[in-house]
């Protein structure tokens, strides 16, 4: 059991690039979380899927900010047209359908640094 | 916005000590979760309480809770070097997402 996969571990775009961050959650859970951590703060909450289905989107940025979560293959973070403040650690985590509080895996992250 | 306070921000003790976190919370919780962060890593579940219980213990970990002051706190006794890093409490709102303090930032001295 691979536990929650980030890739990659670091990604570095100039300002105007698009960024891809990539989660495979954990065998069995269908639900995926993003977060973003800036340097010295705690996980600011992103969005909650599901295969699919877009749960809750309260934390993303209206705009250049997207998710997915499809059918086959891993969930997806995608920033458009990067700026220096996205420069970021972005995690991901996984959960069954009924997490029951401690049921959440995280991975280890991706450093995306703008330049 | 996100809800989970922890304070103190940062703590740097010497190895043997004890070190304690506070953690406070606004709105009602069916349970109140510790994390782990060890620098430029992912966050590891270390403990769970659920609003009924009043304290839990794991190994040198000690979990408080107190829903009437919506506050909880993380003791670890005797603390090693390998317990630097930082703690974050965090509750599940809404439709299961986890919502994060800020964090302490744990050091211990050797």
């Known amino acids: 059991n691979a536990g929650v996969m980030q890739n990659p571990r670091h990604l570095v775009r100039r300002r105007g690039q698009e960024a891809r961050l990539r989660c495979s959650p954990m065998k069995g859970h269908s639900h995926v979380y993003w977060y973003r951590q800036l340097p010295e703060e705690g996980l600011k909450f992103m969005v909650y899927l599901q295969k699919e289905n877009i749960i809750d989107e309260s934390g993303m940025p209206k705009e250049r900010f997207s998710a997915e979560f499809p059918k086959e293959g891993p969930s997806i973070l995608r920033i458009q047209q990067v700026v220096r403040g996205d420069s970021a650690a972005y995690f991901c985590?996984?959960?069954?359908?009924?997490?029951?509080?401690?049921?959440?895996?995280f991975g280890s992250g991706t450093r995306l640094t703008v330049v | 916005s996100q809800q989970g306070e922890e304070d103190p921000q940062a703590l740097s003790i010497q190895e043997g000590e004890n070190a304690t976190m506070n953690c406070s919370y606004k709105?009602?919780?069916?349970?109140l979760q510790w994390y782990r962060q060890n620098s430029g890593r992912g966050l590891v579940h270390l403990i769970l309480?659920?609003?009924?219980?009043r304290e839990k213990h794991s190994g040198r970990l000690r979990v408080t809770l107190d829903t009437s002051k919506k506050s909880s706190s993380l003791l670890i006794t005797a603390s090693r070097a390998a317990d630097t890093a930082s703690y974050f409490c965090a509750t599940v709102q809404g439709a299961q997402k986890l919502v994060f303090g800020q964090g302490t930032r744990l050091t211990i001295n050797p």
């Open positions: 985590a996984s959960s069954p359908p009924t997490p029951g509080g401690s049921g959440y895996t």
């Open positions: 309480i659920r609003s009924n219980e």
């Open positions: 709105t009602s919780i069916n349970n």
